[in-house]
């Protein structure tokens, strides 16, 4: 078939110019959604009076067939033709099966508008799928939150053992961050939601074409309202680059935790056989594979990011080809989030948490030194004192190879007499987690609390 532009041609392209420049087996993913767009554009031609009703109708027959065999059939339609991009090829086979009909499908459109509205479709599409997995991970924190409800687990920070909360706080976050994820996702799925065709190559079209009409048949919800700007936006691909890449960075941090917490420096959890390696000379070896790879997943998905725009930074109006890299790092971010995500939800459905190793850590690292400060602070002490007077208890703590909780009365006293046997009251895990019992604390309750709304919002 000759290409679409090839009347102002002596010559056709170098070979290695073609392969090249022709991206089909990247935009043969958008098949269907072109196919839909020329579609909705046949019926836009029929109201325009461009097409008869009978002469619409054998082009939507044909196109539909094109949908079926495209969703169906394994083989990709339309055999090894060396076709530019999925455009060409579909007006390849229209043409082929239609002829002089075919060709007058084309009238008022572009494939700069085309291949933008068929990607807004796609990524419509995909905000849905994310959503979706977002929600399951998410549910999947939420149960392991409700079974671990008020076991206590110790919080860090820099890494270093800091004050205990609930195993279930903990858990919670995750939660949080994939609830922030969400409405991300939903935001992307309204900015991808304006509908372009019509645009043409970037100047409008001369035939009256309905686009409401268009944007209509497409499920679309609003119409772009400057036809060089249609063609050339591509924020709404930027904002989903982005979307992903915080999403899989809050993966990665998770994936971090995974890898550290079923180290046997710590042991505190063991990630299930169906989620886990061997290695090929270390029998003993069991391996956080998953969790790295989504790890190294997330510097790609960054960088997938950082490529579109540096794409986009320096491009005049409107359309460039730069444009046509733009679907790869796409369908690259939103392939790799979605497998991740659902790689996720089924891996941490067989973590299971090792109580030895969780009292082992809190009992270890003076989590309740804070707890003796502000026990010093309610017997009249200004808290920079009470913290003071704590470090010293500490340090010598340490020297004599003893938790805070089993030095003697005796012993505190020697560091400030307004210390009383009260004292070993607030020097327990329990009293320290009942205590913070402020809006967003990790007190029972107020996990509970939490819990409840998280899953208000999950229904
Ligand atoms: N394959 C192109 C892309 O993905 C389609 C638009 C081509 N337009 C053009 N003027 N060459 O961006």
């Given at each position: 078939m000759k290409k679409l532009w090839g009347g102002r041609f002596r010559e056709g392209l170098d070979p290695v110019a073609r392969e090249y420049s022709f991206s089909l087996w990247v935009d043969i993913r958008l098949a269907v959604y072109d196919l839909k767009v020329n579609l909705a554009h046949a019926g836009a031609l029929e109201k325009a009076g461009i097409f008869s009703e009978e002469e619409y109708l054998r082009v939507s027959d044909y196109l539909e067939l094109l949908i079926a065999q495209f969703e169906d059939v394994e083989e990709i339609p339309g055999?090894?033709?060396?076709?530019?991009?999925i455009h060409s090829r579909i007006e390849r086979l229209v043409t082929e099966e239609l002829g002089e009909l075919g060709k007058r499908l084309h009238t008022g459109k572009s494939r700069n508008d085309q291949v933008i509205t068929d990607v807004r479709l796609y990524v419509m599409d995909e905000c849905e799928e994310i959503l979706f997995l977002l929600k399951t991970l998410s549910g999947v924190f939420v149960d392991l939150a409700e079974a671990h409800l008020g076991v206590p687990f110790p919080g860090f920070t820099h890494l270093q053992t800091a004050q205990p909360v609930l195993l279930s706080h903990h858990l919670l976050v995750y939660v949080e961050q994939l609830l922030r994820d969400q409405t991300r996702f939903e935001a992307v799925r309204v900015a991808a939601d304006v509908c372009p065709l019509g645009s043409g190559a970037l100047a409008g079209n001369n035939y009256g074409l309905d686009r409401q009409f268009i944007a209509d048949e497409l499920g679309f919800s609003k119409l772009s309202t400057n036809s060089m700007d249609a063609v050339s936006d591509r924020d709404f691909m930027m904002e989903f680059l982005s979307a992903a890449s915080i999403c899989m960075t809050h993966i990665s941090r998770l994936s971090e935790e995974l890898i550290l917490w079923s180290s046997p420096l710590t042991g505190i959890v063991e990630i299930g056989d169906t989620f886990t390696t061997g290695s090929s000379i270390m029998p003993q070896k069991k391996n956080p594979d998953i969790a790295e790879l989504a790890r190294g997943k997330a510097g790609r998905v960054l960088g997938n990011l950082v490529a579109l725009t540096h794409v986009i930074?320096?491009?005049?109006?409107?359309?460039?080809?730069?444009?046509?890299?733009?679907k790869g790092l796409l369908f690259d971010s939103a392939d790799t989030l979605a497998s991740t995500l659902e790689v996720f939800a089924g891996m941490m459905l067989t973590v299971k948490f090792n109580q030895v190793a969780i009292d082992r850590a809190l009992a270890n690292g003076y989590c309740l030194a804070t707890e003796l400060a502000d026990y010093l602070v309610k017997k009249g002490l200004p808290f920079r004192e009470a913290h003071e007077i704590t470090g010293a208890v500490v340090l010598s703590a340490i020297e004599r190879k003893k938790t805070l909780e089993s030095l003697t009365l005796e012993e505190l006293q020697a560091f400030d007499e307004r210390i009383e046997s009260d004292v070993f009251e607030c020097l327990t895990v329990q009293a320290a987690l009942d205590a913070k019992s402020v809006y967003g604390g990790t007190a029972l309750v107020r996990v509970q609390e939490q819990l409840d709304r998280v899953k208000d919002l999950l229904k």
């Open positions: 055999g090894d033709h060396d076709d530019e991009d930074k320096a491009l005049p109006l409107t359309y460039n080809r730069d444009l046509q890299e733009d």
